[in-house]
C-alpha cells in the first residue's frame, strides 16, 4: 500500500521546538521529493519545505527560513522537519506529500513554485502553538 504517515505534532508554547516525522512506504523513496504543507483553519493549504531525495536539495517558504529543517534518511524512508522558534501563527494541520521527480524538470514544485504535483498525501498531524 502506497502512503505516507505522519507522526509528531502537538501542542508547545511560543518559541519552543517540534520535530515531525513522515514515513513512506509502498512507493520507491529515492524517485520523489517529500515535502510539508500546512493548512490553518479558514486558511488555503500552503507548502512549508521540501527535499529531493534523489539530490539531497531543500527548499523552505521564506516564512520559515531559519526556524525549519527538513532533513531526509532514505534508509528509513522518512523525512523530518525540524521545527525551532514557533510562533502562534505555525499553528496549523501538517501534512506531508510526495511529489515524482522528473529529470530535468523542477523539484519540489511545492515550495518552488507553488505549483502542486502531488501524488500521495498523508493524513495530517496538528501542530499547536500556544502564545
Known amino acids: 500500500e502506497v502512503q505516507l504517515v505522519e507522526s509528531g505534532g502537538g501542542l508547545v508554547q511560543a518559541g519552543g521546538s517540534l520535530r515531525l516525522s513522515c514515513a513512506a512506504s509502498g512507493f520507491t523513496f529515492d524517485d520523489y521529493a517529500i515535502g510539508w504543507f500546512r493548512q490553518a483553519p479558514g486558511k488555503e493549504r500552503e507548502g512549508v519545505s521540501c527535499?529531493?531525495?534523489?539530490?539531497?536539495?531543500?527548499y523552505y517558504a521564506d516564512f520559515v527560513k531559519g526556524r525549519f529543517t527538513i532533513s531526509s534518511d532514505n534508509a528509513k524512508n522518512t523525512v523530518y522537519l525540524q521545527m525551532n522558534s514557533l510562533k502562534p501563527e505555525d499553528t496549523a494541520v501538517y501534512f506531508c506529500?510526495?511529489?515524482?521527480?522528473?529529470?530535468?524538470?523542477?523539484?519540489?514544485?511545492?515550495?518552488?513554485?507553488?505549483?502542486?504535483?502531488?501524488?500521495?498525501w498523508g493524513q495530517g498531524t496538528l501542530v499547536t502553538v500556544a502564545s
Open positions: 527535499i529531493s531525495n534523489s539530490d539531497g536539495s531543500t
Open positions: 506529500a510526495a511529489e515524482l521527480t522528473i529529470p530535468g524538470a523542477t523539484i519540489c514544485n511545492m515550495v518552488v513554485t507553488g505549483q502542486w504535483y502531488i501524488e500521495v
